[in-house]
Protein backbone atom coordinates (compact mmCIF):
# COMPACT_ATOMS: atom_id res chain seq x y z
CA UNK A 1 0.00 0.00 0.00
CA UNK A 2 1.48 3.16 -0.83
CA UNK A 3 2.26 6.18 1.56
CA UNK A 4 -0.41 8.65 1.21
CA UNK A 5 2.26 11.24 2.78
CA UNK A 6 4.42 10.07 -0.17
CA UNK A 7 1.57 10.78 -2.69
CA UNK A 8 1.05 14.10 -1.58
CA UNK A 9 4.61 14.77 -2.34
CA UNK A 10 4.81 13.53 -5.70
CA UNK A 11 1.75 15.62 -6.38
CA UNK A 12 3.28 19.11 -5.05
CA UNK A 13 6.35 17.78 -6.71
CA UNK A 14 4.75 17.82 -10.10
CA UNK A 15 2.77 21.27 -9.08
CA UNK A 16 5.90 23.00 -8.51
CA UNK A 17 7.51 21.64 -11.75
CA UNK A 18 5.04 22.88 -13.94
CA UNK A 19 5.31 26.34 -12.28
CA UNK A 20 8.52 26.91 -12.68
CA UNK A 21 8.35 25.62 -16.26
CA UNK A 22 9.48 28.33 -18.92
CA UNK A 23 6.21 29.56 -20.79
CA UNK A 24 8.40 28.41 -24.13
CA UNK A 25 8.25 24.72 -23.59
CA UNK A 26 4.58 24.67 -22.12
CA UNK A 27 2.23 24.07 -25.46
CA UNK A 28 0.38 27.06 -26.42
CA UNK A 29 -3.17 26.36 -27.83
CA UNK A 30 -4.62 29.91 -28.67
CA UNK A 31 -3.66 33.62 -28.45
CA UNK A 32 -5.63 36.17 -27.75
CA UNK A 33 -4.86 39.63 -28.75
CA UNK A 34 -7.13 42.82 -28.02
CA UNK A 35 -8.08 45.60 -30.13
CA UNK A 36 -8.60 49.30 -29.96
CA UNK A 37 -11.27 49.02 -32.90
CA UNK A 38 -14.64 46.91 -33.70
CA UNK A 39 -13.45 44.38 -35.13
CA UNK A 40 -15.46 45.36 -38.39
CA UNK A 41 -13.45 48.58 -38.99
CA UNK A 42 -10.41 48.60 -41.71
CA UNK A 43 -7.36 47.53 -39.68
CA UNK A 44 -8.87 44.56 -37.85
CA UNK A 45 -10.56 43.32 -40.93
CA UNK A 46 -7.01 42.82 -42.61
CA UNK A 47 -5.09 42.22 -39.51
CA UNK A 48 -7.38 39.48 -37.43
CA UNK A 49 -7.15 36.91 -40.85
CA UNK A 50 -3.10 37.68 -41.36
CA UNK A 51 -2.65 36.83 -37.81
CA UNK A 52 -5.06 33.97 -37.63
CA UNK A 53 -3.41 32.51 -40.56
CA UNK A 54 0.51 33.44 -39.02
CA UNK A 55 -0.65 31.96 -35.85
CA UNK A 56 -2.29 28.92 -37.71
CA UNK A 57 1.53 27.94 -39.48
CA UNK A 58 1.90 27.64 -35.90
CA UNK A 59 0.08 25.60 -34.58
CA UNK A 60 -2.22 28.13 -32.28
CA UNK A 61 -5.61 29.14 -32.66
CA UNK A 62 -5.86 33.44 -32.88
CA UNK A 63 -8.30 35.34 -31.91
CA UNK A 64 -9.57 39.58 -31.15
CA UNK A 65 -11.40 40.90 -28.68
CA UNK A 66 -12.25 44.62 -28.96
CA UNK A 67 -12.27 46.60 -26.15
CA UNK A 68 -11.83 50.96 -25.80
CA UNK A 69 -7.91 52.26 -26.83
CA UNK A 70 -7.00 52.49 -22.76
CA UNK A 71 -8.14 49.41 -21.87
CA UNK A 72 -6.79 47.47 -24.14
CA UNK A 73 -3.65 48.61 -23.71
CA UNK A 74 -3.85 47.88 -20.23
CA UNK A 75 -4.97 44.07 -20.64
CA UNK A 76 -2.52 43.19 -23.21
CA UNK A 77 0.64 45.18 -21.28
CA UNK A 78 0.05 43.44 -18.39
CA UNK A 79 -0.82 39.91 -19.89
CA UNK A 80 -4.19 39.65 -19.22
CA UNK A 81 -4.46 39.77 -23.13
CA UNK A 82 -1.22 38.16 -25.31
CA UNK A 83 -1.76 41.17 -27.04
CA UNK A 84 -2.47 44.21 -28.94
CA UNK A 85 -3.73 43.77 -32.69
CA UNK A 86 -2.94 47.14 -34.26
CA UNK A 87 -0.16 50.35 -32.97
CA UNK A 88 2.22 52.21 -34.69
CA UNK A 89 5.58 51.45 -35.60
CA UNK A 90 7.09 53.46 -33.34
CA UNK A 91 4.51 52.83 -30.36
CA UNK A 92 6.93 52.63 -27.52
CA UNK A 93 8.32 56.44 -27.84
CA UNK A 94 5.29 58.14 -28.79
CA UNK A 95 3.47 56.41 -25.91
CA UNK A 96 6.36 57.96 -23.91
CA UNK A 97 7.25 53.75 -22.73
CA UNK A 98 4.13 53.36 -20.73
CA UNK A 99 3.55 49.94 -21.83
CA UNK A 100 6.97 48.13 -21.65
CA UNK A 101 6.05 44.83 -21.54
CA UNK A 102 4.66 44.92 -24.86
CA UNK A 103 7.07 43.17 -27.78
CA UNK A 104 6.67 44.36 -31.81
CA UNK A 105 6.05 41.38 -34.17
CA UNK A 106 8.57 43.04 -36.77
CA UNK A 107 6.59 42.21 -39.89
CA UNK A 108 4.52 45.69 -40.80
CA UNK A 109 0.33 44.64 -41.34
CA UNK A 110 -0.16 47.60 -43.39
CA UNK A 111 -0.11 51.24 -43.98
CA UNK A 112 -2.66 53.43 -43.14
CA UNK A 113 -3.14 57.57 -44.49
CA UNK A 114 -4.34 59.97 -41.07
CA UNK A 115 -7.11 62.68 -42.43
CA UNK A 116 -9.02 65.67 -41.87
CA UNK A 117 -12.43 65.96 -42.05
CA UNK A 118 -14.32 68.83 -41.57
CA UNK A 119 -18.28 70.57 -42.60
CA UNK A 120 -16.97 72.83 -45.54
CA UNK A 121 -13.33 73.30 -47.12
CA UNK A 122 -10.66 74.89 -44.87
CA UNK A 123 -7.16 75.34 -45.67
CA UNK A 124 -4.42 72.57 -44.53
CA UNK A 125 -0.88 72.59 -45.19
CA UNK A 126 0.62 72.32 -41.94
CA UNK A 127 -0.71 71.27 -38.20
CA UNK A 128 -0.81 75.31 -37.48
CA UNK A 129 -3.86 76.14 -40.06
CA UNK A 130 -5.67 73.82 -37.34
CA UNK A 131 -5.30 76.88 -34.69
CA UNK A 132 -8.45 78.54 -34.14
CA UNK A 133 -10.32 75.09 -34.60
CA UNK A 134 -11.76 72.85 -32.23
CA UNK A 135 -10.33 69.30 -33.39
CA UNK A 136 -11.39 66.03 -32.25
CA UNK A 137 -9.32 62.57 -32.19
CA UNK A 138 -10.37 58.70 -30.75
CA UNK A 139 -8.98 58.52 -27.07
CA UNK A 140 -5.84 56.40 -26.67
CA UNK A 141 -3.93 57.29 -30.19
CA UNK A 142 -1.33 58.16 -28.95
CA UNK A 143 0.61 59.33 -31.72
CA UNK A 144 -2.37 61.89 -32.85
CA UNK A 145 -1.90 63.06 -29.08
CA UNK A 146 1.52 64.44 -29.49
CA UNK A 147 0.66 65.54 -32.50
CA UNK A 148 -2.01 68.03 -32.05
CA UNK A 149 -0.55 68.91 -28.19
CA UNK A 150 2.76 70.20 -30.50
CA UNK A 151 0.45 72.44 -32.30
CA UNK A 152 -2.92 73.50 -30.54
CA UNK A 153 -3.70 74.53 -27.00
CA UNK A 154 -5.65 71.85 -24.82
CA UNK A 155 -8.66 73.56 -24.93
CA UNK A 156 -9.29 73.52 -28.69
CA UNK A 157 -8.66 69.35 -28.18
CA UNK A 158 -11.63 67.07 -27.96
CA UNK A 159 -11.49 63.41 -26.91
CA UNK A 160 -13.85 61.34 -28.49
CA UNK A 161 -15.14 57.21 -27.26
CA UNK A 162 -14.18 56.37 -30.92
CA UNK A 163 -14.15 57.73 -34.53
CA UNK A 164 -17.85 57.13 -34.72
CA UNK A 165 -18.64 59.70 -31.71
CA UNK A 166 -16.01 62.10 -33.24
CA UNK A 167 -17.53 62.23 -36.31
CA UNK A 168 -21.16 62.46 -34.80
CA UNK A 169 -20.13 65.56 -32.97
CA UNK A 170 -18.78 66.94 -36.05
CA UNK A 171 -21.99 66.54 -37.64
CA UNK A 172 -24.29 68.44 -34.79
CA UNK A 173 -21.33 71.46 -34.62
CA UNK A 174 -19.91 70.58 -31.37
CA UNK A 175 -16.36 70.68 -32.85
CA UNK A 176 -15.19 71.71 -36.74
CA UNK A 177 -12.23 69.46 -37.54
CA UNK A 178 -12.08 65.09 -36.80
CA UNK A 179 -8.43 63.43 -37.39
CA UNK A 180 -8.88 59.78 -38.09
CA UNK A 181 -7.66 57.13 -40.34
CA UNK A 182 -8.28 57.82 -44.32
CA UNK A 183 -10.18 54.56 -45.21
CA UNK A 184 -11.96 54.57 -41.67
CA UNK A 185 -13.35 57.42 -42.63
CA UNK A 186 -14.84 57.07 -46.21
CA UNK A 187 -16.15 54.01 -44.54
CA UNK A 188 -18.30 56.00 -41.62
CA UNK A 189 -19.21 58.37 -44.32
CA UNK A 190 -20.64 56.26 -46.99
CA UNK A 191 -24.09 56.02 -47.29
CA UNK A 192 -24.66 57.48 -43.75
CA UNK A 193 -27.29 60.44 -44.09
CA UNK A 194 -26.21 62.02 -40.78
CA UNK A 195 -22.80 62.14 -41.91
CA UNK A 196 -23.62 63.40 -45.66
CA UNK A 197 -22.34 67.50 -45.10
CA UNK A 198 -18.81 66.04 -43.62
CA UNK A 199 -16.30 65.63 -46.60
CA UNK A 200 -12.43 64.44 -46.46
CA UNK A 201 -9.84 67.79 -46.97
CA UNK A 202 -7.00 66.20 -47.19
CA UNK A 203 -5.16 62.76 -46.25
CA UNK A 204 -2.15 63.80 -43.81
CA UNK A 205 0.74 61.48 -43.57
CA UNK A 206 1.13 57.66 -43.49
CA UNK A 207 1.49 55.57 -40.47
CA UNK A 208 2.98 51.97 -40.46
CA UNK A 209 0.66 49.66 -38.44
CA UNK A 210 2.73 46.74 -36.51
CA UNK A 211 0.93 43.71 -33.75
CA UNK A 212 2.42 43.69 -30.59
CA UNK A 213 3.36 40.44 -28.65
CA UNK A 214 3.05 40.10 -24.49
CA UNK A 215 6.89 39.71 -23.39
CA UNK A 216 5.76 36.39 -21.45
CA UNK A 217 5.63 34.74 -25.66
CA UNK A 218 8.54 36.29 -26.54
CA UNK A 219 9.50 33.19 -28.17
CA UNK A 220 6.66 33.91 -30.61
CA UNK A 221 7.26 37.19 -31.89
CA UNK A 222 10.13 35.86 -34.17
CA UNK A 223 8.28 33.09 -35.87
CA UNK A 224 5.11 34.99 -35.85
CA UNK A 225 7.17 37.76 -37.91
CA UNK A 226 8.80 35.22 -40.15
CA UNK A 227 5.24 33.35 -40.72
CA UNK A 228 3.97 36.99 -41.87
CA UNK A 229 7.07 37.15 -44.00
CA UNK A 230 6.64 33.75 -45.53
CA UNK A 231 2.36 35.05 -46.49
CA UNK A 232 3.77 38.30 -48.10
CA UNK A 233 5.90 35.81 -50.49
CA UNK A 234 3.23 33.50 -51.03
CA UNK A 235 0.59 35.35 -51.87
CA UNK A 236 -1.75 34.89 -48.93
CA UNK A 237 -0.94 38.18 -47.36
CA UNK A 238 -1.59 39.85 -50.42
CA UNK A 239 -4.84 37.80 -50.78
CA UNK A 240 -6.41 38.72 -47.83
CA UNK A 241 -5.81 42.22 -48.26
CA UNK A 242 -7.35 42.75 -51.84
CA UNK A 243 -10.33 40.48 -50.34
CA UNK A 244 -10.66 42.89 -47.69
CA UNK A 245 -10.05 46.41 -50.11
CA UNK A 246 -12.51 45.23 -52.25
CA UNK A 247 -15.53 44.06 -50.05
CA UNK A 248 -17.81 46.47 -48.98
CA UNK A 249 -16.75 48.88 -45.64
CA UNK A 250 -18.69 49.56 -42.75
Not at 159 to 173: E, P, Y
Amino acid sequence: MQNPSGIKLCSLFFVILFTLTPLSSQAIEEITFTASQPLHYHQPRIIVPILTEAFKRNGIRFKAVPYPSLRSLLYSNTGASDGELHRVYDFHNVSGDSYPDLIRIESEMLTIWQAVFATQEIKFETWNDLKGYRVAYTRGRKNMENILHQFLPKEQIVLANDDTHAFKMLASGLIDVVVSESELGDDLLEGRSQFSKIIKITKVHPVRIYSYIHKKHHQLAEKIATSIDEMKQDGSYAKIVGAVNNSPGL
